[in-house]
C-alpha cells in the first residue's frame, strides 16, 4: 500500500511540472513563424506558429494517422516512434 501511495505522489509531481500548454510555442520569436511543434500529451495533434507574438495554434492530424517531429509530418500509427517531446525557443 506504501508502494502505491509513493507511484501516485511522484506521478503528481510529474504531472504538476510539465507545462500545462503541453509544448505550445509562444511564437516570439522569428524563427518558429512556419514551424510545427510536437503536442506533449496527444501525438494526434501537434502546434503551428502563425503569427508572430500570438501563442501557436493546436492542429489535429487527420484521422488514424499521428504527428512525427523528425519528419514535421502527419504518419500512420503504425509508422509512428515515440520520442521525448522537446521544448520550441519560446513556451506559452
Not at 500500500?1 to 505522489?9: E, S, T, Y
Not at 510536437?38 to 501537434?46: E, G, I, T, V, W
Not at 512525427?68 to 513556451?91: D, G, N, Q, R
Amino acid at each position: 500500500m506504501k508502494a502505491v501511495f509513493v507511484l501516485c505522489a511522484v506521478l503528481a509531481a510529474f504531472v504538476v511540472a510539465v507545462n500545462g500548454d503541453a509544448g505550445r510555442s509562444a511564437c516570439k520569436d522569428e524563427s518558429e513563424i512556419g514551424q510545427t511543434y510536437p503536442h506533449h500529451f496527444d501525438p494526434a495533434k501537434y502546434w503551428l506558429c502563425e503569427t508572430l507574438g500570438t501563442a501557436a495554434t493546436e492542429v489535429d492530424c487527420p484521422n488514424g494517422l499521428a504527428y512525427m517531429h523528425l519528419l514535421k509530418e502527419c504518419i500512420p500509427w503504425a509508422s509512428y516512434i515515440w520520442k521525448k517531446p522537446e521544448f520550441p525557443p519560446t513556451v506559452a
